[in-house]
């Protein structure tokens, strides 16, 4: 399958070509920006980023477990301290919380990594260009032969400054 | 139809046609070169921190004495220093994630210089309680731990909690440091040869900009910040409750949360400027750091100055009205007893001179910040040592008052604690961006955008 490659200099204009090129039904569309535009990731998929799901579990965990550790090992070897219960839930808040934040932290990083596939490695896309950490963003389509032709138009039509065919 | 420019070069053979500027000008900072000047501050100070190895190899040896622990004052300058050195941290996390939540697009050319400093002053201050407790070896009690004894620690302790609190802030900083620095590590991977570039192109993880990672990205940087929000309030808040839980004249005030909070903020954006200044200065990022940016976080000083001279105040109004008689002799002793010059110290640097923020030509005056903010630095230092050492020393009855001086241990430790924390700065100003290149593109590209440059 051709690889058609493209450069752009505004993220405006690549909001346009992606929803363009998906309105046509290409769908296997990569960019890459130099900076976070949000626009451009949404009109490549609109839903949100699962990354939302490990904060979550992240959080519930870290107050269940902050709340289990202390209730348990004030528990598990009774001390009387200041005439209060010996799992007396208002003290336990803070560490509570605390944990909260630290698993749900955490679990959001672990998430970035599982959903953004961030991992050590030397090998980066054939398409990746140093550019594109500069101030260029790329538009990278994958198509049949036949629709070469209409995929570099419509990049054209939408300011594109270079199309070419990437090594397929 | 004609075909497409099939026969253009694929676009990763050629060479980056035009390097945005922003990327040659933050990356020159790490490639050009290690100057003089440079390796001299360096080797002062690893200087420092030698002798304040030193020094706590012969507290260790010789116990807690050395560093004049006496009856009534065992908190003293570690503990001061501790308090001092987190809250410079609070800073960073504020200008990084709360600024981030408002919006306010200003934080982008300063966040990585503040967030860098937070990191370095959690580490710096995390190591306080563990030479204040004497016995190094023993810290690992503070963790709760199965052991043969069957013991656990004291959940209703203010002290533990400031172990979680404490260990929580400086996994989130740097957490939330290291993910901004995602896409910048990548700039350098692709900007850089030899090592440099092995190393970056592992710190980078694989970063593309493509926009499954960018969306995984702002998520996180989105939930972090939500998440580090309340955390950063909670670290300061737990701290003071160090002190506000106990029963000493001084210390028990239900004020101290906020009051500390406000001091933190305050601390931290005056220690962002004395570093921030001198970086801008050297390496001729004017361009990014503008005085905008200083005289917003002016801004930021003048109100927590405020605020801070507000509890001050409250301080001394609840002492006097609460007709106790030995709140109302500890405050009368802070301003007019023996440690009166520190109290004096902490209110005219604290106070009283940042009023001259009110004043938009000295807001923009470079230099008068830098001369301020050092002021400010060690008014909250004095702030820190007033509340500690004065509330110590004078008690109850006053046959149980004592004097405390510090000691010289201290001190070597006190300066050494300010030569590492200069050092892991030192070193990442060769390390990695000190400006978040990528979040400076994300407004350079949206004014070529809407300002038709094109």
């Known amino acids: 399958m051709p690889t058609v490659v493209s450069v752009f200099d505004l993220p405006g204009d690549v909001v346009a070509a992606v929803t363009k090129l998906k309105k046509r039904g290409f769908d296997d569309i990569e960019t890459y920006c130099p900076a976070p535009f949000p626009e451009i990731d949404d009109a490549l998929d609109p839903k949100p980023s699962l990354v939302r799901l490990f904060t979550l579990v992240g959080g519930l965990t870290g107050v269940v477990t902050g709340f289990w550790l202390q209730i348990w090992m004030s528990l598990d070897w009774p001390i009387k301290i200041a005439g209060k219960p010996f799992a007396s839930i208002p003290p336990y808040v803070i560490i509570g919380f605390e944990l909260t934040i630290l698993f749900g932290g955490l679990l959001t990083f672990l998430g970035m990594l599982l959903v953004g596939k961030l991992y050590p490695t030397f090998t980066l896309d054939k398409e990746y260009s140093p550019r594109f950490s500069a101030e260029e963003f790329g538009v990278v389509v994958k198509c049949d032969d036949r629709d070469v032709a209409e995929v570099d138009a419509l990049l054209r039509a939408e300011s594109a400054k270079e199309v070419s065919l990437g090594e397929s | ?454």
């Open chain 2, 1 to 454: 139809m004609t075909p497409p420019a099939a026969a253009a070069p694929p676009m990763n053979a050629g060479a980056v046609p035009q390097d945005s500027q922003a990327n040659v000008d933050i990356m020159n900072v790490i490639t050009r070169g290690v100057s003089a000047p440079w390796l001299i501050i360096l080797g002062l100070a690893l200087l420092g921190v030698a002798q304040a190895v030193g020094t706590l190899a012969y507290q260790t040896y010789y116990g807690l004495g050395v560093a004049g622990y006496q009856a009534p004052v065992f908190w003293a300058v570690y503990i001061v220093t501790f308090v001092f050195w987190i809250g410079i941290g609070h800073a960073g996390t504020l200008i990084s994630a709360i600024l981030f939540l408002f919006r306010a697009k200003w934080r982008n050319a300063i966040n990585r210089g503040a967030e860098a400093m937070t990191v370095f002053a959690v580490l710096t201050a995390a190591l306080f309680p563990l030479i204040h407790i004497g016995r190094l070896w023993k810290f690992y009690f503070l963790i709760p731990y199965p052991n043969q004894r069957g013991l656990w620690v004291n959940f209703k302790s203010p002290l533990l909690w400031d172990v979680f609190a404490v260990n929580t802030y400086m996994t989130i900083s740097i957490v939330f440091f290291f993910v901004g620095l995602i896409p910048d590590f990548a700039i350098a991977r692709d900007r850089t040869t030899g090592v440099r570039k092995f190393i970056y192109t592992i710190l980078a993880l694989g970063w593309q900009g493509k926009s499954a990672q960018w969306k995984a990205h702002n998520r996180t940087v989105l939930h972090l910040s939500g998440l580090a929000t309340p955390l950063v309030l909670s670290v300061h808040s737990v701290v003071s409750w160090d002190f506000a839980m106990s029963i000493v004249p001084g210390w028990h005030a239900t004020i101290f949360a906020p009051y500390f909070v406000a001091g933190a903020v305050f601390g931290g954006f005056a220690m962002v400027m004395v570093v921030m200044i001198p970086v801008r200065r050297i390496y001729g990022l004017e361009e990014y750091i503008t005085d905008y940016h200083f005289e917003n976080m002016s801004r930021f000083i003048l109100l927590t100055a405020n605020i801070c001279g507000y509890a001050y105040a409250m301080e001394y109004f609840i002492a006097w009205y609460s007709m106790v008689e030995f709140e109302q002799t500890s405050f009368y002793l802070r301003a007019f007893g023996p440690y009166w010059f520190s109290t004096w110290c902490m209110i005219i640097f604290n106070v009283v001179f940042p009023q001259l923020l009110w004043f938009k030509k000295l807001r923009t005056n470079i230099p008068f910040l830098f001369v301020l903010c050092f002021f400010i630095n060690l008014g909250m230092w004095f702030e820190r040592y007033v509340i500690i050492i004065t509330s110590l020393s004078r008690e109850f009855i006053p046959a149980a008052w004592g004097l405390y001086i510090p000691s010289a241990a201290e001190l070597s430790v006190l300066a050494g604690s300010f030569c590492w924390f200069s050092m892991f700065f030192i070193l990442f100003l060769k390390g990695g961006p000190i400006i978040a290149i990528a979040e400076v593109k994300e407004i350079t590209i949206h004014e070529k955008a809407h300002g038709g440059a094109h």
